[in-house]
């Protein structure tokens, strides 16, 4: 069955880095258009990243610009996300998402497809 498994999250200081990691199975991932989405404490849930299914399309949030890289891996059906120059303010749950919907997507409800999340934070 269809299934999105984040990996990557935990604990650093202010300035620190992390590379999320979301590995698909039960589908082709290479098919899909991926995005990032997360979810701070009492807050709704934003999009962070997208890239198209080839890889040749990429989109920020402006909040994150210049600090996070989004990367598939499609031979390893696998995506990631590099996270620097992290603050407090990116605390929250982090998801992978896949939809065949729009090449590159920011909207949360545009995903047809979710991991469970992983938890960043972002603490002294």
Avoid: H
């Amino acid at each position: 069955q269809l299934q999105l498994v984040e990996s990557g999250g935990g604990l650093v200081q202010p300035g620190g880095s992390l590379r999320l990691s979301c590995a698909a199975s039960g589908f082709t991932l290479q098919d899909y258009n991926i995005g990032w989405i997360r979810q701070a404490p009492g807050k709704g849930r934003v999009g962070v990243s997208c890239i198209s299914a080839s890889g040749t399309i990429t989109n920020y949030v402006d909040s994150v610009k210049g600090r996070f890289t989004i990367s598939r891996d499609n031979a390893k059906n696998t995506m990631y996300l590099q996270m620097n120059s992290l603050k407090p303010e990116d605390t929250a749950i982090y998801y992978c998402a896949a939809t065949k919907k729009s090449i590159c997507e920011l909207t949360p409800s545009l995903y047809d497809y979710w991991g469970q999340g992983t938890q960043v934070t972002v603490s002294s």
